[in-house]
């Protein structure tokens, strides 16, 4: 009865430590491209910056922000220029897509990332214009002219 | 000519102010020059930015500053003209009695006391040191309350989500944004967008400047031919000047 038992509760136990690892093996390590046509290696140790990246980056935002200081070596921009590459099928992919840079691994470890919501997401070169500066002129040619007799005084 | 004359006095005093403070001590410095900043150097209260706007020059129905604005800051409407982002715009004043027309660009005016600042609850709405009314929209958490606080309705709240923002110039939805002097240029030494634009067109009725150094243009033509704040009786002693009122 008891050797019945010990045997039962042995596979038990084996079941338990053989699910988590099954789980871990099945979730896809993010795959990140390598930053192209640089040469150059990161500002810091690969080590660093996974461990240590948001703080560089938090630090320069209000140095930048408050007092004007705009070396590029830790700013967003610059991280953005060298990873954000043109992928195998030669697209820009945005940072909502699972193969963006930084989304690759914040995805990964669930952690969601505001920065896009307001900066650039892709190198300068690759970002899409999408203000239409002669439309605007005509919207605000139409405006001005409905406000002319409002402005009046 | 006189601007040849102006570099030459102030590269002498600027190199007779440098070799003076050497003699004294290292790092001190008695005399602060107006020099270009470096990407690693913090700004500093010694210069103020300021802007001063000839209305006489600037004509009724030419919108260049604004297009200027709305291009460099990827400014995009979306047919809402009461809610669309606007960090500059015009206005057209008419004197009831003699019917004259003043045409003139309104943006935020910098101000020194500014109600911005006092109101925000955050610290997001800030003063740089060099004179510019900012919002860190990091901190920025939408109340709005700078909006109904700033008396030349200045600022705009971003209602929508945007996508394809500039490098130099971001933007966010539920954060409050108005003009910034174009500070991005300014710490790499260039001009605004609007006065950049206002001069290639040959109007020159928007001149940009340090109003803390009595030798730039912008202090120069203040000191000749004076410079209206709008809503003096405020005393926010505004950034941006204009004549021609």
Request: net charge negative.
């Amino acid at each position: 009865m008891t050797k019945c038992f010990l045997r039962i509760s042995l596979i038990l136990t084996g079941l338990i430590m053989l699910f988590p690892t099954q789980g871990i093996a099945e979730t896809p390590f993010p795959t990140i491209h390598e930053p192209e046509g640089h040469g150059v290696e990161c500002v810091e140790d690969e080590d660093e910056m996974r461990r240590n990246h948001m703080n560089y980056i938090l630090h320069q935002r209000d140095k930048t922000m408050h007092e004007g200081i705009r070396t590029e070596t830790y700013s967003l921009s610059r991280c953005i220029d060298c990873h954000v590459q043109p992928n195998d099928k030669g697209e820009v992919v945005g940072h909502d897509d699972k193969e963006h840079f930084c989304n690759a691994c914040h995805q990964y470890a669930a952690v969601q990332i505001d920065c896009f919501q307001c900066h650039a997401d892709r190198p300068q070169k690759y970002i899409k214009r999408a203000s239409k500066p002669q439309a605007l002129k005509e919207q605000l040619q139409e405006v001005l002219a409905a406000k002319d007799m409002g402005d009046a005084q | 000519m006189s601007d040849q004359i102006n570099d030459s006095r102030r590269n002498f005093l600027s190199k007779a102010a440098i070799a003076g403070s050497i003699t004294i001590a290292p790092g001190v410095f008695l005399h602060q020059t107006a020099q270009a900043k470096s990407d690693d150097q913090a700004v500093s209260s010694n210069t103020r930015w300021g802007m001063l706007i000839d209305t006489d020059k600037c004509s009724k129905g030419c919108t260049d500053c604004v297009d200027a604005c709305n291009n460099e800051h990827s400014l995009t409407g979306f047919d809402r003209p009461t809610t669309d982002a606007q960090y500059i715009r015009k206005v057209s004043l008419v004197e009831k009695q003699t019917g004259h027309e003043i045409s003139l660009p309104m943006m935020c005016q910098h101000c020194e006391t500014a109600p911005c600042v006092d109101v925000c609850p955050t610290g997001a709405s800030f003063k740089r040191e060099d004179g510019l009314a900012l919002v860190d929209k990091h901190i920025c958490i939408g109340c709005r309350y700078c909006m109904m606080a700033c008396p030349y309705k200045a600022r705009s709240f971003v209602h929508e989500e945007i996508k394809n923002q500039t490098l130099s110039a971001p933007r966010g939805k539920g954060t409050v944004e108005s003009c910034t002097m174009c500070v991005h240029r300014i710490d790499k030494d260039g001009i605004p967008a609007c006065v950049e634009a206002c001069t290639e067109e040959n109007h020159n009725a928007m001149i940009f400047g340090d109003l803390n150094d009595p030798n730039s243009t912008i202090s120069q033509e203040l000191k000749k031919h004076g410079g209206k704040q709008i809503r003096a009786d405020l005393r926010l002693n505004t950034g941006v000047r204009y004549q021609g009122l």
